[in-house]
């Protein structure tokens, strides 16, 4: 009793801890503590006090450890079972009273051990016989998978559970027989060694490799002590590795979970997945673990019983696995000194095989979760769900207080102990490096696993932490968090700028601003360090979310969203000066707020709603690569000097585009974007001075700004022929943004701004702060007096605004219209800049876009 | 406030759980650290003498345990083939010399009877391994 007693505190704790966790999580101020783990810890309690009672009053001299380690392990396991699933949490406990009660019987039954020596090939056939059942009529619970599972009415067996108590005690019994120094070693194991090798069988015949190579390795353990030949311990790794490697080949299980292992990063949605999400799990815990209840274990699957380790590991960290391993290896230890004591061989063998199979049992399937090995199915010794398990582990610990009942009043002579001391240091190695595998993945890589694509734990901060709002400029609302703690959910208010907002959908992800603003719509930027770490350590998790402006004008959206309608393409809408981006639109577009029904179809759709045109989508430039030509020349020309003569063959669309001022002239020939002018335009001038001006207008590198961008594209080949040359760079992607941003140097006095989407965000007081854009700062695009040249050039009419059209080149394929406009330098209000796509060959509305977009502020929908 | 007392509750769970492991480790290591000590204490010296084909052998020995047989890792060797590879053993403890027969094939003796379990041995006794006889002398401590 005094020896269980920070064992029973501890469960207390742990139980009041997973009581209260889920007010915490809901951040209630009036706790309703969540009764039902009473239920399993107090059956505990009082099934472990009677345990204890009858162990103190009836075995004199019984190990004192031995029962307050199993029971606080037990305990241990069922109320995490509990936290995973009531329902099994309560089988759980059901198993636990009834393998107390198997003890209870067997606790002073005389000449126990005894008859257990005498009729060793009666319980290995019994074993035996079991698992040969499983052939025929084996099920399995889960109605899947290998059949290991013998049913009687509700309830399962695994006779592979206590066939492994079985095989240890024949072979203990057999080696306490058998040893004759006048036998050849071949002698002595041989019959032992055919009788495994046919367990052995039976299982890889089922399939259920986890507990054939245990059998191995429990097997050459008991050789060594037995035998005390040491080298049976250097065999065993050899042996397992040739057994793996023939396996490897011969079985495609066994190919797969070896794979996997290998390598767990390369197929982390199929077979890989729960390794992969058991070590993002064991990260999540860290040192000291969420804490009980406020961690996400489920998304490991089979948490309860393989993958146990890991829900242990996410909730109470290092700290509670590492008293874990400690644990198993003192009841370990005690277990080879009680070996040591033991007044017969037999006791000895039997003392040292029980030990061996709580250690390498542990082993095993910690090392599997921990990818250390691959994954063998074995269950958690104490811990992992199942009755067949937890009665064998408790009728295992009686037999180790039986044997400590009847001590030998001498100690093993020197060489004995010593095959002894020896295992027992092995099992403090291999303890010791599963510890450090486990703090490597807890603690040094805890940051790389926790921010991993597979770590779903954000969408349950979503659920319980409030994201920041989004707002428009103007200051209307884009996107908020509806609900209360436990139950937000994601709402954007105009459904339409989806494409630029995105989603944050615990199934599909996160897209758009709500993964590039992530850190402040989620509260890890811009709060109180030391705040968020207590909320952390608190809550597990983040603080609530800040909230964010963005340029976008609300008004000029809509209004840009109704011009649009119907056509492919996209809007880019820009301040020429700040480079604040007012409108991004873009058709077809989808609708974040009803993902659900629509998932399949629109990842179907050939016309790509997902995508955000204005910054995601890459169109040829086609003929408005004619602006960089005439960047060009305008940069190189005296004042007085002219173009060069150019051809201007009209086409039929820059004829279309020039409608009602068809004009056989040079400067509309370039201004409409037929494309014989800019074609000669471009090859009258030198190559490499045109890619130049492209670089200086950003067009090979991709705009900064805070959210997801098409990667650049690469630079045409200056070295070909002029003809080659102007083909390719007409077929230099870029994207509407990109070339919204060439217009605005054009506006803006040759200097490039920066697009600049986000405004400001709120910090935790209260206050607009000015986001601090990671963009660079303007740069001189191309001379002034060249913007100011290209501004007059491209002028229409006598109003202060400029643009040209473009097409794509009908070699190219799909048709497209560019319209790329600004304001002038004599316009007195705020300069604008604005490129329009459309995926089809219509450059007369593409300039009805543009210029309705360009006058929107003179029509009073000023930003 | 429901936090600060979970949070409370957590820390309260640790210290709960890392004092079983102290304690349990603290008498593990107390059980393990008292054999040695018990080695520790002064062993009054033990004279084996034996004539195997007349060949006289005598040693001394003050280490706790004394093992016998036939091979060459035994502390008193006794080449003679009724002697099994490991015989038997002598173990100082509890303040007497103990003499323990290791399973052996041919038995070990004491008056006439087969050793089965330990036995306590004293000054003058002869013991049988086998067909060798074994002579011992135990000097008592001053």
């Not at chain 1, 999580?25 to 006090?49: C, G, I, K, T």
């Not at chain 1, 399995?140 to 509700?154: I, S, Y």
């Not at chain 1, 809408?573 to 991004?584: D, I, P, R, S």
Request: proline residues 6%.
């Amino acid at each position: 009793m005094p020896l269980l007693l920070p064992g029973i505190l501890f469960l207390a704790f742990y139980t009041a801890a997973l009581m209260l966790a889920p007010s915490v999580r809901q951040h209630l101020q009036q706790a309703q503590p969540d009764w039902q783990y009473l239920l399993p810890f107090f059956v505990w309690l009082a099934v472990s006090l009677v345990m204890q009672r009858r162990i103190n009053r009836g075995m004199t001299n019984a190990d004192p450890w031995v029962f307050p380690i199993v029971a606080v392990l037990s305990g241990w396991g069922v109320l995490t079972i509990w936290r995973l699933s009531p329902s099994l949490g309560a089988k759980q406990i059901m198993w636990y009273s009834f393998g107390c009660a198997l003890m209870l019987i067997a606790l002073n039954r005389r000449d126990f051990i005894g008859n257990l020596r005498r009729y060793k090939y009666l319980w290995l056939f019994l074993g035996l016989l079991l698992i040969g059942l499983t052939f025929f009529i084996g099920v399995n619970p889960a109605d899947a998978g290998p059949k290991l599972w013998l049913r009687f009415f509700n309830f399962y067996l695994q006779p592979s559970e206590p066939l492994k108590l079985l095989m240890i005690i024949y072979l203990a019994a057999y080696f306490a027989d058998q040893i004759r120094p006048q036998l050849s070693l071949m002698q002595t194991i041989l019959p032992s060694l055919l009788l495994i090798i046919l367990a052995g069988l039976l299982l890889v015949a089922q399939r259920d490799l986890g507990t054939a190579s245990l059998f191995v390795a429990l097997y050459a353990l008991m050789l060594t002590v037995t035998t005390q030949r040491r080298r049976f311990i250097f065999i065993l790794p050899g042996l397992g590795l040739l057994l793996a490697v023939a396996a490897y080949f011969a079985s495609d299980l066994v190919r797969t979970r070896i794979d996997i292992w290998l390598n767990p990063w390369l197929e982390t949605s199929g077979a890989s997945y729960q390794l992969v999400q058991a070590q993002i799990a064991i990260a999540a815990g860290g040192l000291a673990g969420t804490g009980p209840g406020l961690g996400s274990p489920a998304f490991v699957p089979v948490a309860v019983s393989d993958f146990i380790f890991s829900a242990i590991a996410e909730e109470g960290g290092l700290l509670f696995t590492s008293a874990y391993m400690l644990l198993i290896l003192i009841l370990a230890i005690r277990g080879l000194s009680i070996a040591q004591n033991s007044k017969t061989s037999f006791g000895r063998y039997l003392a040292f095989g029980i030990s061996a199979y709580y250690s390498l049992q542990s082993l095993f399937i910690i090392g599997g979760n921990l990818s250390l090995l691959p994954l063998t199915g074995v269950t958690m010794p104490f811990m992992s769900y199942g009755g067949s398990s937890l009665v064998t582990n408790l009728i295992a610990a009686l037999l180790l207080l039986r044997i400590s009942t009847e001590p030998s009043a001498f100690t093993l002579y020197e060489k004995g102990r010593k095959s002894y001391r020896w295992v027992a240091g092995a099992f403090i190695l291999l303890f010791g490096v599963v510890l450090a595998a486990n703090t490597a993945l807890a603690y040094f890589r805890q940051r790389d696993l926790l921010a991993r694509p597979e770590n779903p734990r954000w969408a349950v901060y979503d659920r319980f932490s409030p994201r920041g709002q989004i707002f428009a400029q103007d200051g209307e609302i884009l996107a908020a968090t509806k609900g209360s703690s436990g139950a937000y959910t994601r709402q954007v208010v105009y459904p339409p700028l989806s494409n630029v907002i995105g989603y944050a959908s615990p199934i599909y992800g996160q897209t758009g601003l709500e993964t590039s603003l992530y850190d402040v719509l989620r509260g890890y930027a811009g709060t109180d360090y030391k705040e968020l770490w207590w909320h952390e350590r608190f809550f597990n998790q983040p603080l609530p979310g800040l909230d964010i402006r963005l340029n976008l004008d609300l008004i000029l959206q809509q209004h840009a969203d109704g011009l649009l309608n119907g056509h492919k393409g996209a809007i880019v809408l820009l301040n020429a000066a700040t480079g604040e981006v007012y409108v991004l639109s873009t058709y077809p577009s989808f609708d974040a707020n009803r993902l659900d029904g629509n998932w399949p179809e629109l990842m179907a759709r050939v016309d790509a709603p997902l995508l955000s045109r204005p910054t995601q989508g890459l169109y040829p430039l086609g003929s408005v690569g004619g602006l960089i030509a005439l960047a060009d020349q305008f940069t190189r020309l005296e004042p007085s000097q002219n173009l060069p003569e150019i051809n201007n063959i009209l086409d039929n669309d820059c004829r279309q585009a020039m409608a009602a001022s068809a004009r056989n002239d040079s400067r509309l020939a370039l201004k409409y974007g037929c494309l014989d002018a800019v074609r000669g335009l471009v090859q009258a001038d030198d190559p490499a001075a045109i890619l130049e001006q492209a670089r200086a207008l950003g067009l090979f590198t991709a705009p900064g700004v805070a959210i997801q961008t098409a990667a650049p594209s690469q630079p045409a080949d200056p070295s070909l022929d002029p003809a080659g040359f102007a083909q390719a760079l007409a077929d230099t992607k870029l994207s509407p943004l990109q070339l919204a941003l060439m217009a605005a140097a054009v506006s803006n006095n040759g200097q490039l701004p920066s697009a600049q989407l986000v405004n400001a965000y709120r910090d935790p007081a209260g206050n607009w702060r000015p986001f601090e854009a990671d963009a660079a700062l303007p740069s001189q695009a191309m001379p002034a007096p060249a913007a100011q040249r290209i501004q007059d050039y491209l002028q229409t009419g006598n109003e202060s605004l400029w643009f040209t059209t473009g097409q794509n080149s009908a070699l190219a394929g799909d048709g497209l219209a560019w319209y790329l406009g600004g304001t002038t330098s004599a316009w007195h209000g705020t300069p604008l800049a604005v490129a329009v796509l459309l995926e089809e060959a219509d450059s007369r509305l593409a300039q009805t876009i543009g210029y309705n977009l360009l006058t929107a502020p003179t029509r009073g929908l000023l930003p | 406030m429901t936090e600060t007392l979970n949070f409370a509750l957590r820390v309260a769970m640790l210290i709960a759980l890392y004092a079983f492991l102290a304690f349990a480790v603290v008498t593990l290591w107390r059980s393990v650290a008292r054999p040695s000590s018990a080695e520790n204490q002064a062993i009054p010296p033990i004279t084996l003498t034996t004539d195997i084909d007349e060949n006289p052998k005598e040693a001394v020995f003050v280490s706790a345990e004394v093992l016998l047989g036939r091979e060459a890792h035994n502390d008193f060797t006794l080449e003679h083939p009724t002697v099994s590879s490991r015989h038997a053993r002598l173990q100082y403890r509890q303040n007497q010399w103990w003499f323990e027969d290791l399973q052996s094939t041919n038995g070990s003796y004491l008056d006439n009877l087969r050793i089965e379990e330990p036995i306590v041995v004293k000054d003058g006794d002869t013991i049988y391994c086998g067909e060798v006889a074994i002579h011992i002398k135990i000097k008592p401590l001053s």
